[in-house]
């Protein structure tokens, strides 16, 4: 294990938060979800950061936070599905972040996605879209992250199992 920071990457869906909730409990670590902060720095939503100041504004965020993840000695992260795709990833990956890919079927995502109007990228999208992006950045997350899990597996103790026996 390269250190005690994990971070949970992966497409809008795929369950990063919840596993990444239970692996903090699991580990004993505290749990921070990056639009979470961002939220809270700002004093608005996501989807208003993105309707009111744009994607790129949104984007700049993303990155600046970095610094702040960078102060937890231990963490485990969940990151929004955009995260690892800026430049914040290089630091990320100097600071010996462990990036973990939660690898979960288009079709899974999809169903927890569709018509959620706080994921301005999901609500602006038809199906067939949303699978052109799904498919584009998945490998992209391969390539960024260290390891990949499986994300459609029933329990979430099981991919939480599958994480700790790969860090
Ligand atoms: C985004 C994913 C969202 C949020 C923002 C942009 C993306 O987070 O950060 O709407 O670019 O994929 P989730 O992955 O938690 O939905």
Redesign the pocket.
């Known amino acids: 294990m390269k250190d005690n920071r994990i971070m949970l990457t992966?497409?809008?869906?795929?369950g990063?938060?919840s596993v990444a909730t239970a692996l903090a409990r699991e580990l004993n670590y505290p749990f921070l979800d990056?639009?979470k902060y961002i939220e809270e720095r700002e004093g608005m939503s996501?989807?208003d950061i993105?309707a009111k100041r744009g994607e790129a504004y949104?984007r700049t965020l993303?990155h600046q936070i970095t610094f702040d993840l960078m102060k937890n000695f231990s963490a485990v992260i969940?990151?929004?599905?955009?995260?690892i795709?800026t430049d914040a990833v290089y630091q990320l990956a100097a600071s010996k972040f462990n990036l973990v890919f939660l690898d979960t079927p288009f079709e899974v995502c999809l169903s927890r996605?569709k018509n959620d109007k706080s994921?301005?990228?999901?609500a602006t999208r038809t199906d067939e879209e949303l699978l052109k992006l799904y498919n584009y950045r998945r490998g992209i997350y391969r390539a960024r992250s260290d390891f990949s899990v499986d994300g459609s597996k029933k329990l979430l103790s099981d991919v939480v199992d599958e994480i700790i026996h790969k860090l």
């Open positions: 992966g497409f809008m869906g795929s990063k938060t990056t639009d996501v989807a993105f949104f993303e969940s990151s929004g599905g955009g995260f795709l996605i994921r301005p990228l999901a």
